[in-house]
């Protein structure tokens, strides 16, 4: 019996490695900001920053109810790499990132980012549990059309992956093509009191993309394996 050859071998490892999808670093927060809003209401914070997918980031603490005397924070760098946030005890809100390049008449522009088959992984740790949400936006953001995707996690002392795949969204209006994405955003939502820290966002290759493409290749290689074995 033949040994199947191993460059072989590493020519299917090397293409589960190189699956459909592409990876991206959407933010290593290297880049100083911060937001406070006291009470209900809104406060944004847009930056330039190289760490970013883009360059530009968006900085949003939204609170529609509760207690108007809470305070609630984002803050990031210090310390260096990460983001950290807090909504007010007796608050109901979402903190909300926003990244995109350089804005014209509204319309956000990363230049026809391509994430098919891509999932975003976000490192975060939390004191409570709660809820990510991704959204896509294609053209004008200003449309309000978009594609949702949501995770939940779990409280956690320590940073642990939540992965969102980009398959079956919740959509907003006329959707979001995947395809062509011109703006990333990015919500967590914790109960009043809670307080959150994410230390890089990223785009990165949905699993099952990788493995259905590398168990096609293997069941190909197995099939001609056999053909070619003297019987």
Same mark, same amino acid.
Request: charged content about 10%; overall charge negative.
């Given at each position: 019996?033949? $040994? &199947?050859?191993?460059? $072989?071998?590493?020519?299917?490892?090397?293409?589960?490695?190189?699956?459909?999808?592409?990876?991206?670093?959407?933010?290593?927060?290297?880049?100083?900001?911060?937001?406070?809003?006291a009470?209900?209401g809104?406060? %944004? #914070?847009?930056? #330039?920053?190289?760490g970013?997918?883009?360059?530009?980031?968006s900085?949003? &603490?939204?609170?529609?109810s509760?207690?108007?005397?809470?305070? %609630?924070?984002?803050? +990031?760098?210090?310390?260096?790499?990460?983001?950290?946030?807090?909504?007010?005890?007796?608050?109901?809100?979402?903190?909300?990132?926003?990244?995109?390049?350089?804005?014209?008449?509204?319309?956000?522009?990363?230049?026809?980012?391509?994430?098919?088959?891509?999932?975003?992984?976000?490192?975060?740790?939390?004191?409570?549990?709660?809820? $990510?949400?991704?959204?896509?936006?294609?053209?004008?953001?200003? #449309?309000?059309?978009?594609?949702?995707?949501?995770?939940?996690?779990?409280?956690?002392? +320590?940073?642990?992956?939540?992965?969102?795949?980009?398959?079956?969204?919740?959509?907003?209006?006329?959707?979001?093509?995947v395809?062509?994405?011109?703006?990333?955003?990015?919500?967590?939502?914790?109960?009043?009191?809670?307080?959150?820290?994410?230390?890089?966002?990223?785009?990165?290759?949905?699993?099952?993309?990788?493995?259905?493409?590398?168990?096609?290749?293997?069941?190909?290689?197995?099939? #001609?394996?056999?053909?070619r074995?003297?019987?």
């Amino acid at each position: 019996m033949k $040994l &199947i050859n191993t460059s $072989l071998l590493a020519g299917f490892l090397g293409i589960v490695g190189t699956a459909s999808g592409s990876s991206y670093v959407i933010d290593n927060f290297s880049c100083t900001d911060s937001v406070t809003q006291a009470g209900v209401g809104s406060t %944004s #914070s847009t930056i #330039s920053c190289p760490g970013s997918l883009g360059g530009e980031r968006s900085d949003v &603490i939204f609170l529609p109810s509760g207690s108007g005397d809470a305070v %609630s924070t984002i803050e +990031s760098n210090p310390p260096a790499g990460e983001i950290t946030g807090t909504i007010g005890s007796g608050l109901s809100g979402g903190d909300v990132m926003t990244w995109f390049g350089s804005t014209t008449a509204g319309d956000y522009n990363l230049p026809n980012l391509d994430l098919n088959g891509d999932s975003v992984l976000v490192q975060i740790k939390s004191d409570v549990g709660g809820t $990510l949400t991704v959204t896509l936006g294609s053209s004008s953001t200003a #449309s309000g059309n978009r594609d949702d995707y949501s995770a939940t996690f779990l409280a956690s002392p +320590s940073f642990v992956d939540i992965l969102i795949p980009l398959t079956n969204p919740t959509i907003i209006g006329t959707g979001a093509n995947v395809d062509d994405v011109t703006a990333i955003g990015l919500v967590i939502n914790v109960a009043g009191g809670g307080n959150w820290t994410i230390n890089e966002v990223e785009a990165v290759p949905e699993p099952s993309t990788l493995l259905l493409t590398g168990l096609c290749f293997l069941g190909v290689l197995t099939r #001609s394996f056999w053909l070619r074995s003297p019987r």
